[in-house]
């Protein structure tokens, strides 16, 4: 995915991914603004957006990274 911006938004989530991965290691499956665990626990995904570390879309390429809780949430090209 080639893109020109220098982050990756929450509307670009929620528009774009299939599931995130937080630091923490959790996994969620992305459902428009909502994040849902394997356990079917609901967050929103603004609320989650700062703990996010890899972004994959529906064939599971990873399409955002964040190298550290500090960084921005970046395309991957």
């Known amino acids: 995915m080639k893109s020109n911006k220098k982050h990756f938004a929450y509307y670009d989530i929620a528009s ?12 969620y499956d992305v459902r428009g603004i909502w994040a849902v665990d ?32 500090m960084s921005e949430l970046k395309p991957v090209k």
């Open 38 to 69: 394997r356990h079917g626990t609901t967050e929103k995904l603004a609320s989650i957006y700062y703990r996010i570390r890899t972004v994959k879309d529906d064939q599971f390429r990873t399409i955002a990274k964040r190298k550290n809780p």
């Open 16 to 27: 774009q991914a299939d599931n995130v991965k937080t630091f923490e290691g959790k996994r």
